[in-house]
């Protein structure tokens, strides 16, 4: 069955030190998202891409960095990390929005 | 820009009570609309949608229509179960197919 996997699904890191989150999916989808979860916040949008070579930033982009060599993988890097990216991260994948978008499970991040 | 606010929560009912946990957007455009579930410790997944006004999207017994005039998607269920706990969020898609999330509400049913 086509699935999509983030790892790790937990990681403490110290502030400064560039962190990097995977997410790997199996659907074949061209549209792939990152989102951070937080109370009262709900799911904001951080990075997404269209398709192999296309990246574009979303509205809390800030401190975060994505690249899509190929299909399947779209990494979410933290160059510098802040205590203010602690949160829960999710990333999600569709061949188009107005049909389903599929989540992983996330990925919990602590900075400290 | 677009923009989605949902009621805020926890909303807490008796296993067989009626549900409605309110929903409304703001578009530029004609966008679609969906209702997605979070359960404890996964992510998300989509619940139901409607993709033009009058629509009614349904599943699992929950059901909300998309409603032009008063910009609203209001989520529903007759009777709901312990098993529905869960945080549910109310979604947009515009245009360039990025998905616009509310807040969430978390919703506890005790037996």
């Known amino acids: 069955d086509a699935e999509i996997t983030q790892s790790p699904r937990h990681k403490i890191t110290e502030t400064g030190r560039q962190v990097t989150l995977a997410c790997h999916q199996t659907?074949?989808?061209?549209?792939m998202f990152w989102y951070r979860q937080d109370l009262g916040h709900g799911l904001r949008l951080i990075h997404y891409?269209?398709?192999?070579?296309?990246?574009n930033k979303g509205e809390v982009s800030d401190g975060y960095s994505v690249s899509r060599s190929n299909t399947e993988d779209l990494p979410l890097t933290l160059e510098s990390a802040a205590s203010s990216q602690t949160s829960v991260y999710f990333c999600?994948?569709?061949?188009?929005?107005?049909?389903?978008?599929?989540f992983g499970q996330g990925t919990r991040l602590t900075v400290v | 820009g677009d923009s989605v606010t949902q009621m805020e929560g926890p909303v807490t009912l008796s296993e067989e009570a009626f549900l409605t946990i309110n929903c409304t957007y703001t578009?530029?455009?004609?966008?679609?609309l969906f209702w997605y579930v979070q359960y404890p410790g996964e992510g998300l997944q989509l619940l139901l949608k409607?993709?033009?006004?009058?629509d009614k999207g349904s599943n699992k017994g929950f059901e909300a229509t998309y409603r032009k005039e008063t910009t609203s998607f209001h989520l529903e269920k007759g009777s709901v179960q312990v098993s529905d706990s869960a945080v549910y969020f109310c979604?947009?898609?515009?245009?360039?197919?990025?998905?616009?999330f509310g807040t969430g509400t978390r919703l506890q049913v005790f037996p």
């Open positions: 979604a947009l898609s515009d245009n360039t197919d990025k998905l616009i």
């Open positions: 578009a530029t455009g004609y966008p679609s």
């Open positions: 659907w074949n989808h061209n549209n």
């Open positions: 409607a993709t033009k006004a009058d």
């Open positions: 999600a994948s569709s061949e188009r929005v107005s049909t389903e978008a599929f």
């Open positions: 891409s269209y398709g192999v070579q296309d990246t």
